[in-house]
């Protein structure tokens, strides 16, 4: 690991003033930073442990919705009441990921900017555009079993790890930043992360030094809400397709429905192609059958991965129906 500086800070304006600085970074739980400091993927110079921020309040809104510290612990957001019962898409989606240890230590914003988990990026003797832009993508033509069906690009196939942000987008959360100028903005967690396209290196819309400080969920939508993540093994693992699905009903017809998968792309992606085929359309087996295809039709498989194709739809027809009974 290269040496660095390193300095703890209590202030969000604090925190901000000194990301300003070149190569600084924020460390949070540093469950996915550490492991890259050490393989030396990441190799800040100056690191700033925001685990101290007062950002860890999890606050009713006016408006009915929740908002959540970007420094809340994973098991805390899990563990609340009100995300149990007025988001449990969320609360399910958390307890998919990775193990009480982890989650106990990660944090909201930390889960958000987690980083791929493409082997060959982990593996500094391999070319990868992420890591090394214009050095070639070695998952392309190499082993690609949990890469990306849906939007990748010729320059990456990797998707991004998190069960917690396809819950997110579904929900659609909007993500709190604070700049180093102290200025504060608030996008749609669904235009937070890029597709590869050929800049694979540049995974999220977030600027030098801005700072996740929270993140807003709206009110409770209306309906039933589904986490189910298909994994190879029961815990601690990362998903090779996971679905999030809120579906409301009426006499037996859909009235709203939203709908994200993970494991399936470069970001947690949220499928309106299905959401439009699910709309004004009977609670049937045939519906969710049409909503897996439309959420499919433009999937590729890049060898390794082409039973993800087939795997998504079955998890998808098998998620909308289980939320649509329940
Ligand atoms: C063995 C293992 C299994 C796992 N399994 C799963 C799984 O199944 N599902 C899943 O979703 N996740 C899984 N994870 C990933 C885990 O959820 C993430 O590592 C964790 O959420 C990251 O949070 P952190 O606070 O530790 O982030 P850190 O490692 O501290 O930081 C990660 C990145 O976020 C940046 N950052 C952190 N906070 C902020 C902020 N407030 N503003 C701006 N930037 C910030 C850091 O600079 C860094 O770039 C697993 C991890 C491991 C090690
Ligand atoms: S898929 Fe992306 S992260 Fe993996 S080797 Fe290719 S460029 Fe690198």
């Known amino acids: 690991m290269r040496s660095f500086t390193f300095e703890q800070v209590t202030d969000p304006n604090t ?18 930073l550490l492991d890259l400091m050490k393989l030396e993927i990441e190799q800040p110079a100056h690191l700033i442990d925001i685990s101290r921020l007062p950002l860890r309040d999890i606050a009713d809104l006016p408006d009915g919705g929740l908002r959540i510290g970007g420094q809340a612990l994973n098991a805390d957001v899990a563990a609340d009441e009100r995300v149990r019962t007025r988001y449990p898409v969320l609360a399910q989606a958390l307890l998919a990921g990775a193990s009480p240890q982890l989650r106990n230590k990660a944090s909201i914003a930390g889960n958000l900017l987690q980083r ?28 690609n079993r949990g890469h990306a069906i849906l939007g990748a690009s010729e320059s990456c196939i990797a998707t991004h790890p998190s069960d917690m942000a396809v819950a997110m987008i579904a929900l659609e959360a909007e993500v ?25 290196h540049i995974e999220t819309v977030i600027a030098p030094g801005e700072l996740i400080t929270g993140v807003v969920l709206p009110p409770r939508p209306p309906g039933k809400q589904l986490y189910r993540k298909v994994r190879d093994r029961a815990s601690y693992e990362f998903a090779l397709v996971s679905v999030a699905a809120i579906v409301a009903t009426t006499s037996g017809t859909i009235t709203r429905a939203r709908v994200a998968l993970g494991g399936v792309s470069h970001k947690p992606w949220r499928s309106l192609e299905a959401e439009a085929v699910l709309e004004t359309r009977p609670a049937t087996i045939e519906s969710f059958r049409l909503a897996a295809d ?13 039973f ?3 795997l998504a739809k079955r998890t998808l027809i098998r998620t909308l129906e289980r939320a649509a009974a329940s």
Do not use: M, Q
Request: with cysteine; charged share 20%; aromatic share 6%.
């Open 15 to 32: 925190a901000v003033a000194a990301a300003a600085a070149a190569g600084a970074k924020f460390i949070s739980g540093g469950t996915n």
């Open 116 to 143: 791929t988990r493409c082997g060959y990026f982990y593996d500094t003797a391999a070319p990868c555009n992420k890591r090394s832009p214009g050095a070639g993508c070695s998952a392309i033509g190499g082993f």
């Open 176 to 200: 709190e930043l604070l700049d180093p100028k102290r200025n504060t903005r608030r996008i749609p967690l669904g235009d937070f992360h890029l597709l590869p396209n050929s800049t694979p």
């Open 294 to 306: 439309a959420a499919l039709a433009r999937a590729i498989g890049r060898g390794h991965n082409d």
């Open 308 to 310: 993800k194709i087939e």
